[in-house]
């Protein structure tokens, strides 16, 4: 659905070149559900903007829906729906008729206009609304319909800008279910952008982590958190049981990760802190929560005393921390 080759936007500003995205080559299949996650100024919007047609790449290429973004646009917007950041909809007219117009302005006639605005109004809870100017509506319900308008040619490819920035945790879910719906209804591939870790990490299958210009990992949350972070397990010990229990626990760790730089990987040897209850023990493991009743089960048989025990998930933001070394909460790329 998505092919592009050494993808590549540079900007002047006044003296100075930014250079955006830096040579990205990315492979989406059909029905697939992606989010670019990085930091402000990442280049997020920019490999968005040139994958809509809306920004000509300085140099690589890409190809989106079967047509080549630099040669067709027009077709390109023929074939996609694209929702950025900030809405188009006009604020005097009602939804039902910013709905046909919509349609209308993609081609369609006003009888295959009506259907789609009615099905789409339907899948999106927009139908007590359809009356209401669009400047009345909430933040979330705006958003839904932003969905809705970039969903009225019946596109097989979406790409939503930061579908639920701003939103409060009630509609950001009400949001996703809307859209897991649109996806289940019409097998629709998205690509979409979040600065929202925990969001990436429930709903996309594939997380594409972009850092200055570039992807830096590319793969399902799960496997980015196994393989690029892991599990941490830690049990707390009183002083004169600490040689006994490492003995226990370095049995546990997994082998350290190659290849990945930056700190901190998942603990490759046992790592040891003072804590008010005794001395905190803490290994990398493969599947902590799997794993700790066995460690407790051994330590026990060792005639060891453990005070506390805990396992801990990595998340996105520790794999982020593992390939580069800051935080994704740090904020700027
Ligand atoms: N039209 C432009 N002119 C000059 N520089 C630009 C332009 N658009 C983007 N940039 C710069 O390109 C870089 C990437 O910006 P982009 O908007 O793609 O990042 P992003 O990852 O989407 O960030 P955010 O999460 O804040 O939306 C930034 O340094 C930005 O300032």
């Avoid at 990987?265 to 802190?273: H, K, N, Q, T, Y």
């Avoid at 799997?290 to 801990?312: K, T």
Wanted: proline fraction near 5%; aromatic fraction near 4%.
């Amino acid at each position: 659905m998505i092919h592009t080759e050494s993808l590549t936007r540079h900007f002047r500003v006044g003296q100075v070149q930014v250079e955006a995205v830096r040579g990205i080559d990315l492979d989406v299949g059909a029905g697939e559900l992606v989010a670019f996650l990085g930091p402000n100024g990442a280049g997020k919007s920019t490999t968005l903007r040139m994958l809509t047609s809306l920004l000509p790449p300085t140099s690589g290429r890409a190809e989106v829906a079967g047509v080549d973004v630099a040669a067709h646009p027009a077709e390109v917007r023929r074939r996609i729906g694209y929702i950025g950041q900030k809405d188009g909809a006009g604020h005097n007219y009602r939804v039902h008729d910013e709905l046909l117009m919509q349609g209308r302005f993609y081609g369609m006639s006003r009888a295959e206009s009506t259907a789609s605005a009615e099905r789409l109004m339907h899948t999106l809870d927009l139908r007590p609304l359809a009356m209401r100017k669009v400047g009345s509506l909430s933040g979330g319900q705006k958003r839904r319909l932003d969905i809705a308008l970039g969903l009225i040619h019946a596109p097989r490819l979406l790409f939503l800008d930061e579908p639920s920035t701003g939103m409060d945790p009630q509609n950001r879910a009400n949001l996703w279910e809307h859209i897991m719906r649109i996806r289940a209804d019409h097998g629709t591939t998205i690509v979409l952008t979040t600065h929202y870790l925990d969001e990436a990490d429930a709903m996309a299958e594939r997380v594409v982590i972009i850092d200055h210009g570039r992807v830096i990992a590319d793969d399902t949350a799960e496997r980015l958190k196994s393989e690029q972070a892991g599990d941490r397990l830690t049990v707390t010990v009183a002083a004169g049981d600490v040689p006994a229990a490492r003995a226990v626990l370095a049995d546990a760790i997994v082998p350290a990760l190659t290849g990945a730089p930056g700190p901190p990987g998942p603990v490759a040897e046992v790592e040891e802190r003072s804590v008010p209850d005794g001395h905190a023990l803490t290994v990398g493991v493969a599947a902590a929560a799997r794993e700790l009743p066995a460690v407790l089960g051994r330590l026990r048989d060792a005639g060891i005393d453990v005070r506390a025990a805990e396992s801990r998930r990595p998340t996105l933001d520790d794999v982020f921390l593992r390939l580069t070394g800051r935080s994704l909460r740090d904020g700027e790329a």
